[in-house]
T-cell receptor, first 110, second 116 residues
Framework: EDQVTQSPEALRLQEGESSSLNCSYTVSGLRGLFWYRQDPGKGPEFLFT???AGEEKEKERLKATLTKKESFLHITAPKPEDSATYLC???????????FGEGTQLTVNP | GAGVSQSPSNKVTEKGKDVELRCDPISGHTALYWYRQSLGQGLEFLIY????????KSGLPSDRFSAERTGGSVSTLTIQRTQQEDSAVYLC??????????????FGEGSWLTVV
């Protein structure tokens, strides 16, 4: 069964304190790993798609990396506006829908 | 519009009543998804439409839930005889084709359903 596990469940940082979020997955034949950001009361907002081990993508203070078993979302010198829930997801082996992790709720204090 | 549009944005209904939630996907997107997100929880898959193929209904939690997609565009999710446990955000998403083809799935802002 396809599984996506995110850790930690919640993370509290001080502004400027860099850290990483983890997304572990078990799926046969990975066909992409998606990262989303979700603000309270909003739908998930697309951030990145990664396809192969070793691939990296960056956007402002965020950098996503991928290995054969997990993905990391690195946040460098975060700001309070980076506070959100970060979700990762993979297409299921048996179909095309996305299986999501439970998310990491990030809070960045000024 | 440029994004996935959902209506209503908020709905309060009495237990036992039927509700309809509407989704207007991004123009040209053939794949359409419905997910449910309970308070503080992750996204739960409900149903998936792709072009003219039979929908994947494997995530619908009970026979009180149904969905249709007319003309390959607008979709309606119907919940009959609502129960309090149906209270959640119902998220619609669309993509050019299937996610495993490398197509990004874009989400709407959701319909917040409260059953009292």
């Amino acid at each position: 069964e396809d599984q996506v596990t995110q850790s930690p469940e919640a993370l509290r940082l001080q502004e400027g304190e860099s850290s990483s979020l983890n997304c572990s997955y078990t799926v046969s034949g990975l066909r992409g790993l998606f990262w989303y950001r979700q603000d309270p009361g909003k739908g998930p907002e697309f951030l990145f798609t990664l396809y192969s081990a070793g691939e990296e993508k960056e956007k402002e203070r965020l950098k996503a990396t991928l290995t054969k078993k997990e993905s990391f979302l690195h946040i460098t010198a975060p700001k309070p506006e980076d506070s959100a829930t970060y979700l990762c997801a993979v297409p299921e082996t048996s179909g095309s829908r996305l299986t999501f992790g439970e998310g990491t709720q990030l809070t960045v204090n000024p | 519009g440029a994004g996935v549009s959902q209506s209503p944005s908020n709905k309060v209904t009495e237990k036992g009543k039927d509700v309809e939630l509407r989704c207007d996907p991004i123009s040209g997107h053939t794949a359409l998804y419905w997910y449910r997100q309970s308070l503080g929880q992750g996204l739960e898959f409900l149903i998936y439409f792709q072009g003219n193929s039979a929908p994947d209904k494997s995530g619908l939690p009970s026979d009180r839930f149904s969905a249709e997609r007319t003309g390959g565009s607008v979709s309606t999710l119907t919940i009959q005889r609502t129960q309090q446990e149906d209270s959640a955000v119902y998220l619609c998403a669309s993509s050019l084709s299937t996610a495993d083809s490398g197509n990004t799935i874009y989400f709407g802002e959701g319909s917040w359903l409260t059953v009292v």
